[in-house]
Nanobody, 119 residues
Framework: QVQVVESGGGLVQAGGSLRLSCAASGSIFSIAVMTWYRQAPGKQRELVAFIISGGSTNYAGSVKGRFTISRDNAKNTVYLQMNSLKPEDTAVYYC?????????????WGQGTQVTVSS
């Protein structure tokens, strides 16, 4: 069983910054990909950014240049540094972790953390 827990959400004014964290725990042998998604009210969930085991990253066009994803492999943790936040960044942010235990592969999601950006 693998658990994923996000933290760091909150209320911030436009132009401000927040740093989200996502920690995976359990019988983890390796982690291949760690991804941040977000879902705004009335909208579909969308990919924000991901980072693979080798460190390569990719971002949605709407956040490129403002958000930075990073990971600490020793802690099985991924971070999302969000700068120059805009009201349209308001959403529940979800973390997805894909990897393997010693027995099987896994694809685990966290419960989400709310980010609200006021204008």
């Amino acid at each position: 069983q693998v658990q994923v827990v996000e933290s760091g959400g909150g209320l911030v004014q436009a132009g401000g910054s927040l740093r989200l964290s996502c920690a995976a725990s359990g019988s983890i042998f390796s982690i291949a990909v760690m991804t941040w998604y977000r879902q705004a009210p009335g909208k579909q969930r969308e990919l924000v950014a991901f980072i693979i085991s080798g460190g390569s990253t990719n971002y949605a066009g709407s956040v490129k240049g403002r958000f930075t994803i990073s990971r600490d492999n020793a802690k099985n943790t991924v971070y999302l540094q969000m700068n120059s936040l805009k009201p349209e960044d308001t959403a529940v942010y979800y973390c997805r972790v894909q990897g393997a235990t010693t027995a099987r592969s896994f694809d685990a999601w966290g419960q989400g953390t709310q980010v609200t950006v006021s204008s």
